[in-house]
């Protein structure tokens, strides 16, 4: 069965820069697997951030940006801001038709 | 405005079924492909199903392939989850999801605010 990996947490300072990634088990991401990415803060339905590896979601800002590097998928945020502290997940596309989640990054802003 | 309003989560007995819906406005329902999220307590994000915006094409994850079943009605701009032999683990926040750009591919931009199910005796 298809594993999704992320970090499970990350540290970030304000106004830094981080990266996160997505990646596979066993294998590599690229665009095809159409990698996704969604912000969620405890408690509230999710926020979709970018999709199709690099588009922005309508109303996102363009700290926020997607990429491939190496054999992941990224999520990369400039200028990280105190309300960037939350919960992020990806999602791969499977050409059987599925999708998978990755198991998220806690990110802290300190 | 664009919504997706989720209902029908409630408390079951293990073994039984419910079943869950998502009621869509502001948009053209028909047009895009629709997907099942959930979330356990404490746990991170799961894909359970999507179904394509004619409902001719159905994908579930394989923890629940067999057991749920996603539908849709585009004439009540409404979409459906049959949940059979239901476990404890299946416990857990349901999210409809809105496909990107008719596809089901793309991921999900629109979020409905989940509904509750709990498994329980």
């Known amino acids: 069965q298809t594993v999704v990996t992320q970090e499970p947490s990350f540290s970030v300072s304000p106004g830094g820069t981080v990266t996160l990634t997505c990646g596979l088990s066993?294998?590599?991401?690229?665009?095809?697997?159409?990698p996704s990415w969604y912000q969620q803060i405890p408690g509230q339905a999710p926020r979709t951030l970018i999709y199709?590896?690099?588009i922005r979601s309508s109303g996102v800002p363009d700290r926020f940006s997607g990429s491939i590097l190496g054999n992941k998928a990224a999520l990369t945020i400039t200028g990280a801001q105190a309300d960037d502290e939350c919960d992020y997940y990806c999602?791969?596309?499977?050409?059987?038709?599925?999708?998978?989640f990755g198991g998220g990054t806690k990110l802290t802003v300190l | 405005q664009v919504q997706l309003v989720e209902s029908g989560g409630g408390v079951v007995q293990p073994g039984r079924s419910l079943r869950l819906s998502c009621a869509a406005s502001?948009?053209?329902?028909?047009?895009?492909?629709v997907h099942w999220v959930r979330q356990a307590p404490g746990k991170g994000l799961e894909w359970m199903a999507v179904?394509?915006?004619?409902?001719?094409?159905?994908y579930y994850a394989d923890s629940v392939r067999g057991r749920f079943s996603i539908s849709r009605d585009n004439s009540r701009d409404t979409l459906y989850l049959q949940m059979n032999s239901l476990r404890p683990e299946d416990a857990a926040v349901y999210y409809c999801?809105?496909?990107?750009?008719?596809?089901?591919?793309?991921?999900?931009?629109?979020w409905g605010q989940g509904t509750t199910v709990t498994v329980s005796s």
């Open positions: 999801a809105r496909g990107i750009g008719g596809t089901i591919y793309y991921g999900v931009d629109v």
């Open positions: 502001g948009f053209t329902f028909s047009s895009y492909a």
């Open positions: 179904i394509s915006y004619a409902g001719t094409t159905k």
């Open positions: 066993s294998g590599s991401v690229s665009s095809t697997y159409y």
């Open positions: 199709s590896t690099n």
């Open positions: 999602v791969l596309y499977m050409s059987s038709g599925v999708s998978v």
